[in-house]
């Protein structure tokens, strides 16, 4: 029997070493280091893809024509990937267990006309095609359904399928048969993602690729897949709302930061073309502790609703938490109200959600954020109809954001009749919608004075 080699791996990065280490020499993480037994037999060629011929061409005669992209019929998918899928490209689609990502790939296949292959190590085929029979009235009979974890299996069901695209769900299911660790771990993820990107080079077919993350992300795959791969969306959203938002964290074929919005139902995800006002939960109007901002994801303006809860401590150090938002910005803001505005917070309990389970990235919503806060403390709610648009500096100055314009514009498509931004934004030109009123103001007491007076 051959001997069994063991290795230890990085959760975060993947980096393989001898032994174990307190800290990742790649990169830098702490008790990131798992032991994993990675080969049965020592052997030379572990790849089950064949080598394509390649030899060096020259760099003149290389034809710099870029290969037409797939265009799916989902046009969300379309614009969030840059016009279409790439032939050959490998897309990681991440996202926490029971979100949707099988359904809006499921969703995918179903639409596409035309060969296509689902590789399920997650449910059995009859369960996928109850799944498949809500989602569609139709199943097209182009449509490939295999169980296979094994991916020497797979690999050899693609070449002789040919596939227009191929899903595989999920990455930790996968096994490769010279790896001996449990499917899921990193050696296993490593090599069967290889595989994959090497099938995927070498015959043009487009891979979409499961990986589930924990609510902290802390499971080792996805992390490390994160590199491997040329595109990767994140499935965001909260169990308890129809939303869900499917962000571009990597692209190497297109822009990332844009984002597209589905609506879950009954017979699948639908796009959301038009976003505007989704995050709004149609709270009470005379609720306090709640705040509209308008914040830009990729180029789309969205309003979002920031609730606060202030309350006195219970115990000694009082307890700050947030959801959807940085805690470390949070923490940041709450000092500036402590310090330059003169707000006593530093007794209090402070919670913060944002509404939709969406997790924000703008820094311009922190003048909503902060009125959510002081709009509970003082418990008087904001008028209806009113919005924020700033980023609050360390000094405490209501700060300018990126195009404001657009943000004005949206909030008055919305109906919205007051808008508060930043005094210093110099981009506001004069042709602002009338329905609107825009109140520029330079420090956070101004909003208060004139909204709790
Ligand atoms: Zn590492």
Redesign the pocket.
């Known amino acids: 029997m051959a001997k069994l080699k063991k290795a230890f791996f990085?959760?975060?990065?993947?980096?393989e070493a001898s032994k174990w280490q307190g800290k990742?020499?790649?990169?830098?993480?702490w008790n990131?280091?798992t032991e994993e037994i990675i080969s049965k037999q020592k052997s030379s060629s572990t790849s089950f893809v064949a080598k394509a011929e390649s030899h060096p061409n020259k760099l003149v005669e290389v034809n710099s024509e870029e290969k037409p992209r797939i265009i799916l019929k989902d046009a969300e998918l379309n614009r969030l990937m840059g016009g279409g899928i790439m032939p050959g490209s490998v897309v990681l689609l991440g996202g926490e267990p029971g979100i949707g990502k099988s359904t809006l790939l499921l969703q995918l296949l179903l639409q596409f006309h035309q060969e296509v292959l689902y590789v399920s190590g997650e449910e059995s085929s009859l369960q996928i095609k109850d799944r498949a029979s809500r989602i569609s009235s139709t199943i097209p009979n182009t449509f490939y359904i295999s169980a296979e974890t094994d991916i020497g299996q797979i690999v050899k069901y693609a070449n002789e399928l040919k596939p227009k695209l191929l899903v595989i769900d999920s990455i930790q299911t996968l096994q490769h048969e010279l790896i001996d660790s449990v499917p899921g771990s990193i050696s296993q993820i490593r090599a069967c993602c290889g595989e994959l990107i090497k099938l995927a080079k070498t015959t043009d077919i487009p891979i979409f690729v499961i990986g589930h993350i924990t609510k902290d992300g802390q499971i080792a795959g996805p992390k490390l897949l994160e590199h491997m791969v040329d595109v990767v969306l994140q499935f965001e959203g909260d169990h308890q709302y129809f939303l869900r938002l499917l962000r571009g964290v990597k692209n190497r074929f297109g822009n990332t930061n844009e984002i597209a919005l589905y609506e879950m139902q009954q017979g699948g995800l639908n796009p959301v073309a038009n976003p505007g006002e989704v995050f709004i939960s149609g709270k009470d109007e005379n609720l306090s502790g709640t705040a509209t901002g308008i914040i830009l994801e990729g180029v789309r303006p969205l309003l979002i609703e920031s609730q606060a809860l202030v309350s006195s401590a219970v115990y000694g150090t009082p307890q700050r938490s947030a959801t959807g938002f940085d805690v470390k910005r949070l923490n940041m803001l709450l000092a500036v109200l402590e310090k330059r505005c003169g707000f006593k917070l530093g007794a209090k309990d402070v919670f913060l959600n944002i509404a939709g389970g969406f997790k924000i990235n703008d820094t311009g919503s922190d003048l909503a954020v902060v009125m959510a806060i002081l709009s509970s403390a003082a418990d008087i709610s904001i008028p209806a109809k009113t919005a924020f648009a700033a980023e609050i500096g360390l000094t405490g100055e209501v700060r300018p954001v990126t195009r404001l314009n657009q943000r004005i514009s949206e909030a008055a498509k919305l109906g919205y009749k007051q808008l508060f931004v930043s005094k210093y934004a110099k981009n506001i030109d004069g042709d602002l919608p009338q329905s609107i009123e825009v109140v520029p103001i330079s420090q956070i007491n101004e909003a208060v004075a004139r909204l709790f007076a």
């Open positions: 990085c959760s975060n990065c993947g980096y990742c020499p790649a990169c830098n993480q990131t280091f």
